[in-house]
Structure formats: structure tokens, C-alpha cells
């Protein structure tokens, strides 16, 4: 293939040489978007199969549901922050605990507890 000397062109020949380029470029990425968006639209399909499959168990009963679990714990300068007890400590009572305090001093009385008032 013959070398294109381009610094020996002329200001025109390089400008339609520029937008010959662009335009088929420009075609070229339109082409290659168009593959991969009906592609990714091929892997986003879901299967009904398999949404039932996450929905129930391999015995074909659907999954129990837990009861709400009432909170154990309280933030006593916002009262309405409160944790159950249950996975990650809020950001309140990790701090609180650095502090010094004890996990029991943030303990909501229950009714059946009279040694604790409320």
C-alpha cells in the first residue's frame, strides 16, 4: 500500500480527508453500539424459569416470612434511632460504646421487666 504523505497535501484534500474519516468512524461506532446494546439485551432476558426458581425453594414452597423485630436498643439524644440487636451496630452506639458506655445503658425496658423502669 502506497504511503500517504499528508504534510505534502493540500488544506482541502486533508479536510475531506478528515470528514471521509469522521463519517465512517462515526458509522463504524453506531454499528458497534447498535451490536453491543442487542447484545446486552440478549444477557438482560430474564428466564421465567428462573425467577421462579428464586421465589421458592427446590420443594416448591415459597419462602417464610420473618415477623418485624422490635428494637432492643435506643439512642437516648434521638430516641426514634433504635436497632434490634440484629446485624451492623448504628454509627450511634459504636460511638457511644468507644465512649466509654455500655451496651446496656441504651436497653429499652420492656413491659414484663418491671426491674428496669421505663
Given at each position: 500500500?502506497?504511503?500517504?504523505?499528508?504534510?505534502?497535501?493540500?488544506?482541502?484534500?486533508?479536510?475531506?480527508?478528515?470528514?471521509?474519516?469522521?463519517?465512517?468512524?462515526?458509522?463504524?461506532?453506531?454499528?458497534?453500539?447498535?451490536?453491543?446494546?442487542?447484545?446486552?439485551?440478549?444477557?438482560?432476558?430474564?428466564?421465567?424459569?428462573?425467577?421462579?426458581?428464586?421465589?421458592?425453594?427446590?420443594?416448591?414452597?415459597?419462602?417464610?416470612?420473618?415477623?418485624?423485630?422490635?428494637?432492643?436498643?435506643?439512642n437516648?439524644?434521638?430516641?426514634?434511632?433504635?436497632?434490634?440487636?440484629?446485624?451492623?451496630?448504628?454509627?450511634?452506639?459504636?460511638?457511644?460504646?468507644?465512649?466509654?458506655q455500655?451496651?446496656?445503658?441504651?436497653?429499652?425496658?420492656?413491659?414484663?421487666?418491671?426491674?428496669?423502669?421505663?
Amino acid at each position: 500500500m502506497d504511503e500517504l504523505n499528508l504534510e505534502s497535501m493540500e488544506f482541502d484534500e486533508l479536510w475531506l480527508m478528515h470528514e471521509r474519516l469522521t463519517r465512517i468512524l462515526s458509522d463504524r461506532i453506531a454499528a458497534e453500539k447498535l451490536k453491543l446494546e442487542k447484545r446486552l439485551a440478549q444477557l438482560n432476558q430474564t428466564d421465567p424459569a428462573s425467577l421462579l426458581k428464586r421465589t421458592t425453594k427446590t420443594d416448591g414452597t415459597a419462602r417464610r416470612k420473618y415477623p418485624k423485630v422490635l428494637p432492643k436498643y435506643f439512642n437516648p439524644i434521638s430516641p426514634t434511632e433504635t436497632w434490634s440487636g440484629r446485624g451492623k451496630q448504628p454509627r450511634w452506639l459504636v460511638a457511644a460504646l468507644k465512649s466509654g458506655q455500655s451496651l446496656d445503658s441504651f436497653k429499652i425496658a420492656s413491659p414484663n421487666d418491671p426491674s428496669k423502669p421505663k
